[in-house]
């Protein structure tokens, strides 16, 4: 029975290799943010089962133990603020406010840190090359001499109500979320700055190593457990000769 926890284990420092080499991956990416996880037990679930009327067997209280990987969470802190002295970057002020973008394939509103925008035939676009909106969720035209920067809209969301989405954007979890829309920008951001990514590179390599070694001390423990069953299944055969 050793060997469900010990998978359960593997199967967690697999998804924190991934998700800390994705981290790793985007350490020069512009606005990101980088993701962590908690592990919880079976317990937890266990425990809601049976409150919605689902009685244990013996093997559900024994793995009741196992390690579960229960969320991944973003953090949230602000990466360093770097000068650009380029007048289409913008880096925000704030660790919870987001520019909108238009995802070009869904249509839908998304959010980003990003603020490297760039001007696409006389529009205000991101560096993936979709519209930047204003606060009605218009797209932003770029005029020689005209003051566009007023017109950037700017959100303010709780992390916990966003996830990762592709392309170093985020999007709202569930309809009904909370978003605060700044009708005034003035202080929001800054021009000719962009924020770094806040991922610690020196950090994410000892936990990558960390997860790497957990991962390896429980396969030696269920190959050693595999070797242990093999002799005595070997001891068992000789005796009944």
């Known amino acids: 029975m050793a060997k469900y926890p010990l998978a359960a284990s593997m199967i967690n420092q697999i998804n924190r290799i991934d998700m800390i080499s994705n981290n790793l991956a985007n350490v020069n990416t512009v606005g990101f943010k980088q993701e962590g996880t908690t592990e919880g037990s079976f317990n937890y679930y266990l425990q809601r089962a049976q409150q919605d009327g689902f009685n244990p067997t013996k093997l559900n209280e024994v793995v ?47 959010y980003t840190r990003d603020g490297s925008f760039k001007n696409l035939n006389g529009m205000l676009v991101d560096s993936n090359g979709q519209a930047v909106l204003s606060i009605d969720d218009e797209p932003i035209a770029i ?22 989405y592709k392309d ?7 309809a009904g979320v909370n978003i605060e829309q700044l009708e005034n920008n003035d202080g929001q951001f800054m021009q000719g700055s962009l924020e770094k990514s806040n991922v610690n590179s020196v950090s994410s390599m000892v936990a990558l190593i960390d997860a790497h070694r957990r991962l390896e001390q429980a396969q030696k423990a269920i190959q050693s457990e595999s070797e242990m069953n093999e002799v005595l299944v070997q001891k068992i055969g000789d005796t009944s000769k």
């Not at 579960?68 to 973003?74: E, F, G, L, N, S």
């Not at 005029?143 to 990762?164: M, R, S, T, W």
């Open 168 to 174: 170093n954007n985020f999007k709202i979890k569930e």
């Open 143 to 164: 005029e020689a001499g005209e003051y566009f920067q007023g017109e950037i809209g700017v959100v303010k969301i709780n992390y916990d109500d966003l996830e990762k």
């Open 64 to 110: 009741n133990t196992i390690p579960k990987m229960d969320t991944k969470y973003i953090h949230a802190e602000m990466g360093p603020i770097v000068s650009t002295g380029n007048a289409l970057d913008f880096s925000l002020t704030q660790s919870d406010t987001f520019f909108k973008v238009r995802d070009e394939k869904s249509g839908e509103v998304v």
